[in-house]
């Protein structure tokens, strides 16, 4: 259903990441999802107070200014509290298999540039960061009385306030997985979603693209229940390093005993990527694999008829 009275929304509501269909054509699309948290910052609030705002504030703005170097098309989703998160859509197997090396760099860059700024008092943080996906079916206004959630299990809202301004939220249980994983990023990593990593797995590598090396470099370092996810089944906390061999030089002596993922880094109780193919299989989760691969495949053709490119516009 469209909307009659059009004018309810600013003009950026309908343009806000250039939707690849007509409204008329209502389709989901694949949506990636970035979180970057500093860590220790509680405690860093209390033990410099006087400079954390300048510290944090340089955060948020170097973070925002690498995602959009590295992702023209990024949107600012949301802050909470010490969090940034971002959206953007997935149009194609390129910004696929790109997507979890660039978001590392942001990481690592951002980090070097707080350092560097702040040689001294930033030494105590640290950041941690979070990638995960989701088909989303864009909905506005009186739309949402008829959407049928089998179209896709998740949602994006348009919020219109009294001043007319806008934002973009999403709702879904897709949505909540990222933000329930996010809890196992380490500093100075990245945690993915197990959806997120199995389409990589799943989707034929591109000319000049090195899969085996991004894949190596993604591993199971734990399985852990999450209430309410996966249907409570124990979920694979998958974190991306550039180098594993060196890993265990990054952690201080007791970090062993704090964390558990950590210790099992430790002892060699990680798993390859490729375990993911079991898994989705026993769970019967790989249907739900394939439908990502057929909204990527339709997506990909509808953003190559847009001239290759979309073009970002500013955040709201």
């Given amino acids: 259903m ?3 009275a059009r004018d309810k929304f600013p003009p950026f509501a309908d343009k806000i990441d250039r939707d690849l269909y007509p409204e008329e054509k209502r389709r989901p699309q694949i949506y990636i999802f970035f979180s970057f948290d500093l860590v220790s910052s509680t405690e860093y609030k ?7 705002p300048k510290v944090f504030a340089q955060f948020y703005e170097s973070i925002k200014r690498e995602m959009k170097t590295r992702f023209p098309a990024i949107k600012v989703w949301k802050y909470i509290g010490d969090e940034v998160l971002f959206y953007k859509t997935l149009n194609s197997k390129a910004q696929l298999f790109e997507t979890i090396p660039e978001a590392f ?13 702040f040689p001294v008092i930033f030494k105590p943080l640290s950041i941690k960061g979070t990638i995960w996906c989701a088909p989303v079916v864009i909905v506005r206004g009186e739309e949402l009385e008829n959407l049928h959630m089998n179209e896709a299990p998740n949602i994006a809202l ?6 007319n301004n806008s934002l973009r939220d999403f709702i879904g249980p897709d949505i909540d997985t990222g933000f329930r994983i996010s809890r196992y990023a380490g500093k100075e990593k990245l945690v993915i979603s197990a959806d997120f990593a199995y389409l990589l797995l799943e989707t034929e590598a591109l000319a000049g693209v090195s899969k085996d090396t991004l894949v190596q470099n993604l591993k199971i370092v734990s ?12 979920y694979p906390i998958i974190w991306y390093f550039k180098d594993w061999e060196k890993i265990k030089e990054y952690f201080d002596y007791d970090d062993r005993f704090k964390s ?3 210790n099992n880094i430790i002892l060699n109780q990680i798993y390859p990527l490729e375990e993911l193919r ?6 019967k989760f790989d249907k739900d694999i394939r439908n990502l691969l057929e909204i990527l495949k339709e997506s990909e053709k509808a953003f190559e008829s847009k001239n290759n490119q979309l073009v970002p516009v500013e955040d709201p």
Avoid: P
Avoid at 46 to 52: A, V, Y
Avoid at 105 to 117: A, G, M, P, W
Avoid at 227 to 234: A, E, F, L
């Fill in 260 to 262: 558990k993922i950590i």
């Fill in 158 to 163: 348009t919020v219109v306030y009294e001043n």
């Fill in 46 to 52: 209390n033990t410099h107070k006087k400079e954390w």
């Fill in 2 to 4: 469209t909307l009659k």
């Fill in 105 to 117: 760099e942001v990481l690592t860059s951002s980090l070097k540039h707080l350092d560097n700024s």
């Fill in 223 to 234: 399985y852990e229940d999450l209430k309410g996810i996966w249907k409570d089944r124990y």
């Fill in 278 to 283: 079991r898994i989705f299989r026993q769970l």
